[in-house]
Nanobody, 114 residues
């Protein structure tokens, strides 16, 4: 299983970013998948999970209403649209096969700062 995350960067508070995650090495369309994040010095934090068909999502309270998780099973790709970003969203973001981030990619850094 391989994940390659991209789309991170530096953004001002209130700004937006869209992360992508290209997946390979498994039957993508049959897996429930997640985004997790890790801020410096902190544990992995679950962000969101999406069903295999993309018709159901769940979000951590901290991102609910601001983040949108989607997937394109024809492209084996996940997306995380992040709006109204805040300083506390600063972290390395990973796509994963689990809510605990056990199997994840190399991550993409999101920094929210003025």
């Amino acid at each position: 299983i391989q994940f390659v995350e991209s789309g991170g960067g530096l953004v001002q508070p209130g700004g937006s970013l869209k992360l992508s995650c290209a997946a390979s090495g498994f039957t993508f369309g049959t897996y429930i998948l997640s985004w997790v994040r890790q801020a410096p010095g902190k544990d992995i934090e679950w962000v969101s999970t999406i069903s295999a068909r993309g018709d159901a999502t769940a979000y951590a309270d901290s991102v609910k209403g601001r983040f949108t998780f989607s997937r394109d099973n024809t492209r084996n790709t996940l997306y995380l649209q992040m709006n109204n970003l805040q300083a506390e969203d600063t972290a390395m973001y990973y796509c994963s096969t689990s809510r605990t981030g056990t199997t994840r990619g190399q991550g993409t850094q999101v920094t929210v700062s003025s």
